[in-house]
């Protein structure tokens, strides 16, 4: 993959060829993204640039399927509004949609536990209903743990705290162990980590990047109650989702361990200088995985949805 450049220059140029009624207004850079670069433009939408991405694809999953599904979801979401067709200035694929207000998480801090974790619990209750035939199936994630043991110990080897080590290894050991899920595929946004959250007045205000939608096992998701939440939460947002069985709550803690080494070894990279490290995501991956192996969370008689 190689990078391209892309500058406000760039944008506005790609607005006034294809729609010049947005070219006027403000362009501003949202730092961050990998995948996909963020401009700000004006106050109420962004352009979202492929860049990284080989292919339009996870952009082409949004405009398809955001519009079907924000109207239901009690957060905001970004709904795509204007499409940008590659071109001899730019050859990817490019969409402006509506701009989510708050902070990403992992520029931000939550500190209405309580409240937030209410909040993502409402949230994936509502998203994790029986996806159609039609929706996509992942293709590098919704696995069950034990068909992602190699990247997990690749972050493992890389990355696992000494002091945690063997319980961090017996948390995905359990995971591996647990029964797979035996529900419908259900909605899954896929990609709940601190950058793809909004935070706003201590708690959570929006949810961005539904590049890896799919439909799955919503344990996927329900990591984020020990990625995302603070210490202490995700007993509440168990007991507020209630929807999730004791298997599936193994599943997504394991999943959880190996989210947080992910966020250490980025960290990790970023300390480093390497290409898409990102050196604060090092510290709120290892808070992450501290959650993970201190929160001992059992369900029972919950049914798959």
Same mark, same amino acid.
């Given at each position: 993959?190689?990078?391209?450049e892309i500058?406000a220059?760039?944008?506005r140029?790609?607005?006034?060829?294809?729609h010049?009624?947005l070219a006027g207004?403000? =362009?501003?850079?949202?730092?961050? &993204?990998?995948g996909?670069?963020m401009w700000r433009l004006g106050?109420?939408?962004? $352009?979202r640039?492929q860049r990284m991405d080989p292919?339009?694809?996870?952009?082409?999953?949004?405009r398809r399927?955001?519009?079907?599904?924000a109207?239901?979801?009690p957060?905001p979401?970004p709904a795509? $509004?204007?499409y940008g067709a590659p071109s001899e200035r730019?050859?990817?694929?490019w @969409?402006?949609?509506t701009w989510v207000?708050?902070?990403?998480?992992?520029?931000g801090v =939550?500190?209405?536990g309580?409240?937030a974790?209410d909040?993502?619990? &409402?949230?994936?209750?509502?998203?994790?209903?029986?996806?159609? @035939?039609?929706?996509?199936?992942?293709t590098?994630?919704?696995?069950h743990?034990?068909n992602? @043991?190699a990247?997990?110990?690749?972050?493992?080897?890389?990355v696992?705290?000494a002091d =945690?080590?063997?319980?961090?290894?017996?948390?995905?050991?359990d995971a591996?162990?647990?029964?797979?899920?035996?529900g419908p595929?259900?909605?899954?946004h896929?990609?709940?980590?601190?950058?793809?959250?909004? $935070?706003?007045d201590?708690?959570?205000a929006?949810?961005?990047?539904?590049g890896?939608?799919f439909? %799955?096992d919503?344990?996927w998701?329900?990591a984020a109650?020990?990625?995302?939440?603070p210490?202490?939460a995700?007993s509440?947002f168990f007991d507020t989702y209630?929807?999730?069985d004791?298997?599936? =709550?193994?599943?997504?803690?394991?999943?959880?361990?190996?989210?947080?080494?992910?966020?250490?070894l980025?960290?990790q990279?970023?300390?480093r %200088?390497l290409?898409g490290?990102?050196?604060?995501? %090092?510290?709120?991956?290892?808070?992450?995985?501290?959650?993970?192996?201190?929160?001992?969370?059992?369900?029972?008689g919950?049914?798959?949805?």
């Amino acid at each position: 993959m190689t990078e391209i450049e892309i500058t406000a220059e760039l944008v506005r140029e790609l607005l006034q060829e294809q729609h010049p009624d947005l070219a006027g207004l403000t =362009i501003r850079e949202v730092p961050g &993204g990998w995948g996909n670069q963020m401009w700000r433009l004006g106050d109420e939408l962004a $352009v979202r640039m492929q860049r990284m991405d080989p292919t339009g694809e996870l952009q082409f999953k949004e405009r398809r399927w955001l519009p079907v599904l924000a109207p239901r979801l009690p957060l905001p979401v970004p709904a795509p $509004v204007r499409y940008g067709a590659p071109s001899e200035r730019f050859a990817k694929h490019w @969409t402006v949609m509506t701009w989510v207000p708050g902070e990403p998480l992992d520029h931000g801090v =939550i500190s209405r536990g309580v409240h937030a974790a209410d909040t993502l619990a &409402g949230f994936l209750r509502a998203l994790h209903v029986a996806a159609p @035939t039609e929706a996509p199936i992942a293709t590098d994630r919704g696995a069950h743990p034990r068909n992602c @043991t190699a990247g997990f110990e690749n972050f493992f080897q890389a990355v696992a705290p000494a002091d =945690i080590a063997a319980e961090v290894r017996a948390v995905w050991d359990d995971a591996v162990a647990a029964p797979a899920w035996e529900g419908p595929p259900l909605w899954v946004h896929g990609d709940l980590y601190p950058a793809n959250v909004v $935070v706003a007045d201590g708690t959570l205000a929006g949810i961005v990047d539904f590049g890896d939608l799919f439909a %799955g096992d919503p344990a996927w998701d329900l990591a984020a109650a020990w990625v995302l939440l603070p210490t202490g939460a995700a007993s509440r947002f168990f007991d507020t989702y209630a929807q999730a069985d004791e298997a599936t =709550i193994r599943r997504a803690r394991g999943l959880a361990a190996m989210k947080s080494l992910f966020l250490m070894l980025m960290g990790q990279n970023g300390d480093r %200088g390497l290409p898409g490290g990102k050196p604060h995501w %090092g510290p709120a991956g290892r808070a992450a995985l501290d959650r993970v192996v201190r929160d001992q969370i059992t369900r029972g008689g919950a049914s798959p949805v």
